[in-house]
T-cell receptor, first 117, second 115 residues
Framework: GAVVSQHPSWVICKSGTSVKIECRSLDFQATTMFWYRQFPKQSLMLMAT?????????EQGVEKDKFLINHASLTLSTLTVTSAHPEDSSFYIC?????????????FGPGTRLTVL | AQSVTQLDSQVPVFEEAPVELRCNYSSSVSVYLFWYVQYPNQGLQLLLK??????LVKGINGFEAEFNKSQTSFHLRKPSVHISDTAEYFC?????????????FGAGTQVVVTP
């Protein structure tokens, strides 16, 4: 149980285009999903907290107009990188918190490798 | 606000030898504590967690960790490592009063197991 999927697992795009990454909780409901960014050999940096049916909460320094987050249902959150540039190339990881969890465990997706040319 | 310090960025270890990964945290409130493992180009997998109760926590793959409140530490140990334990390990904390359940991660410790 507690499986989180991400699609695509990797994507290469041209500079200036937009890319959408999906995060799904497959066997549980997630009111809260998180989006992280990870640079090579570094830790995870929380970008935003996504709640079903409401606007995402972005961490300081993260451009909300560049990284659009939509949490349309209890099992799906999407991250759209708009007008991508090479500096947006990174490993993006989502996680989901079980609606019924009494503690703060997060279940992580396998990540999406974005390369912007 | 919390912070997490993983004291070792890289730990080389021989196969079948023990390993300890150190994690210290600071927080003004009570926290939940977690250890995650990340294999190359993959997401994070939970190894173990401390919520309350016994300070010695056993997790998957033979790992265990001990919560020490006075030293604000949560060190991870394995008595005998395998080649397959080569990975990045992250310690994380979550504030009990945080309704979002945000995690604060340490910088990570790269474990390299050699024959």
């Amino acid at each position: 149980g507690a499986v989180v999927s991400q699609h695509p697992s990797w994507v290469i795009c041209k500079s200036g285009t937009s890319v959408k990454i999906e995060c799904r909780s497959l066997d549980f409901q997630a009111t809260t999903m998180f989006w992280y960014r990870q640079f090579p050999k570094q830790s995870l940096m929380l970008m935003a907290t996504s709640n079903e049916g409401s606007k995402a909460t972005y961490e300081q320094g993260v451009e909300k107009d560049k990284f659009l987050i939509n949490h349309a249902s209890l099992t799906l959150s999407t991250l759209t990188v708009t007008s991508a540039h090479p500096e947006d190339s990174s490993f993006y990881i989502c996680s989901a918190r079980d609606l019924w969890s009494s503690y703060n465990e997060q279940f992580f997706g396998p990540g999406t490798r974005l390369t912007v040319l | 606000a919390q912070s997490v310090t993983q004291l070792d960025s890289q730990v080389p270890v021989f196969e079948e030898a023990p390993v300890e990964l150190r994690c210290n945290y600071s927080s003004s409130v009570s926290v939940y504590l977690f250890w995650y493992v990340q294999y190359p180009n993959q997401g994070l997998q939970l190894l173990l967690k401390y919520l309350s109760g016994s300070t010695l926590v056993k997790g998957i793959n033979g790992f265990e960790a001990e919560f020490n409140k006075s030293q604000t530490s949560f060190h991870l140990r394995k008595p005998s490592v395998h080649i397959s334990d080569t990975a990045e390990y992250f310690c994380a904390v979550s504030d009990l009063t945080d309704s979002w359940g945000k995690l604060q991660f340490g910088a990570g410790t790269q474990v390299v197991v050699t024959p």
